[in-house]
Each structure stands twice: as C-alpha cells, then as structure tokens.
C-alpha cells in the first residue's frame, strides 16, 4: 500500500489519549446497558457482551466521558501523505481519512449525512461512552458516543499473538471494520440484531457485515480523495488484500476458539463469523465495490 504524497491529512479526526487513559491493564468492564460493536479486536479473545443492544446501539453519548487529557503533538505533525509512508501513526490518521471520506460521499450518493466519528488512539485502558475499554478487548466501536477505540499494539498483537502476516494494509482493514460499525450505527442496522450467540446469530451478521463494508472501502480506496481532490492512497496490491485475509483467517470465533481457548470449537457462542465467513464477507465488498452487495441479514448462507 502506497499513500500519495502530495495528499493532505485531516487530523482531527484522530485523538491521542496514549498515557492519558486510566492506569495499567484489568480486564474489560462494559457495564450492563453498555455495549461495543466490534469489541475483542474484531475477534479477540474476551469479546464484548451483547447486552440491551435496543437500548443502547443508537445512543448518542457525551465524549466528556473520556478519561485523562489528549495529547495530540505527535498526531498534529502528521500534514501529509509522505508522513503516512514513514510512520505508523500517520498512516493511521491516513487510513482513518480515507475510510471516512469514502463513507462521507457514499452516503451523499444516497441523499443521507454522514456524521464523522472520531478514533481515539489510547493505551492500557480508557473510559468511553460504553463502559471501561481495555487494550486485551482490542479495537471497538461505541456507538453512545460514536468513537473507534484502539490501542495500536494491537497490530502488533495479530503477528505475534495470532500468527498473522501483518503489513499497513490490515491496520486499514482493521479500521475500515469498526468504521463499519460506525455506519451501521448511523443506518440503524445495529438497533435491529436481537441478543444472543450463535452460528445465525444477528451478532455474526453485523461482524460480518461489518467485514464486508470494509471490503468495499478497500475496492474504493484508491479513488477516494483527501480534503485537496488528491487520492490520499495510490496503490493496494494483491499481497495487501492477501494479507487482509489472512488477518480475516486468524480472528474469525472457530480458529480463536480452537488455537487460543479451550482446544474445542462451539457453534453456539459464536459472535464474530467464522475464519472462512470472515474471509468470504471481506471478499464479498472488495469484489463487487458496493455496500448493498453486504445484506448479511437477509440471506441463509453466511459462506
């Protein structure tokens, strides 16, 4: 993946709270009421409860619930596309920029607004309209207050942890996953799920919705512009996409299951999809570019 370099970066839409947030790990504590899509790093180990889903998906949080201060120095120095190909955190903020910028036009296309969603980068643990995120939940999206949270080690975390490849391209799968979140969110997907685990379950369809939205951001990524008219990514290859499935191969409920949990692989706790569901929604939006091709409630096979 190359981003151009003569692109402008909008760092607004990145907030860095790294060591800021609230003191050193825990596990997770989304209290009852509170709910993260996406939650458990798009299929870590620990994933999110689905509780009083009808209640919650719309809300409109406070961000004021955000603990410690940002600190945005290092993410302020991030002007353009050249920075996205030298550092991590640019690249980010890039990534973020383009993803939302895609989804922006999107929903003009269809006479609707998208409202922007801000990421917040933090470590350890960080207090959100949700509940307390912590770094072993891995990255998730809250809709009460309509932020993507992440702690960057965990890209780190997919190649040692899980064994995947890894490279630039999975941070923007990653992230295109939660902004997924984030319009389902605003399309009222996320209100209409139900409770529940499960193989069919409308936790499943939503992830791999939510796979699939990602899809179609990356079949778009190369032509979506930055705020100046200029491609903010100038090429995706084919050993990105690969390594995007091979990402999508390694957090799908069945291989965390098998590999990171008890040895035995149960059907009827699945939350995320399958390796090979993950894999075939993801192929899904990349092949055919455009989100209607992403109905994962209206369909009997899940792939």
Excluded at 63 to 78: A, D, R, V
Excluded at 113 to 121: H, Q, S
Excluded at 200 to 211: K, M
Excluded at 280 to 302: E, I, K, M, R, V
Aim: net charge negative; glycine share 16%; hydrophobic share 30%.
């Amino acid at each position: 993946m190359q981003f151009n370099d003569d692109a402008d970066l909008d760092t607004s839409q990145v907030q860095d709270y790294r060591g800021s947030g609230g003191g050193g790990g825990g596990g997770f504590g989304f209290p009852l009421g509170g709910l993260a899509l996406g939650g458990g790093g798009i299929g870590i180990v620990g994933l999110v409860l689905w509780l009083v889903i009808s209640h919650f998906a719309g809300g409109g949080g406070s961000p004021n619930q955000l603990s410690g201060q940002p600190n945005n120095s290092t993410i302020n120095q991030c002007k353009t596309g050249a920075q996205a190909n030298t550092s991590q955190d640019c690249r980010d903020v890039a990534l973020v920029n383009s993803i939302q910028a895609y989804w922006q036009d999107q929903f003009s296309r269809s006479g609707k607004t998208y409202r922007k969603a801000t990421t917040i980068f933090f470590t350890n643990r960080q207090q959100t309209g949700c509940g307390t995120g912590t770094t072993g939940m891995g990255p998730f999206y809250c809709p009460a207050d309509q932020h993507v949270y992440i702690d960057l080690s965990f890209f780190k975390e997919l190649q040692t942890k899980f064994g995947a490849t890894g490279g630039p391209f999975v941070e923007g799968y990653v992230l295109a996953h939660e902004y997924g979140h984030h319009v389902q969110n605003l399309l009222g997907t996320s209100k209409n799920i139900g409770k529940g685990s499960g193989a069919t379950s409308g936790s499943v369809r939503l992830e791999l919705q939510a796979d699939c939205y990602a899809g179609v951001w990356a079949n778009h990524a190369t032509s979506t512009p930055a705020s100046n008219g200029k491609p903010l990514i100038t090429n995706v290859s084919q050993q990105d996409i690969a390594n995007a499935l091979d990402t999508a191969s390694r957090i799908g409920d069945d291989f965390i299951q098998k590999n990171l949990g008890s040895g035995q692989v149960n059907s009827g706790s699945f939350t995320h999809g399958t390796s090979a569901q993950r894999q075939h929604w993801f192929t899904t939006g990349y092949q055919s570019g455009n989100p209607a091709s992403c109905d994962t409630f209206n369909t009997n096979d899940l792939g």
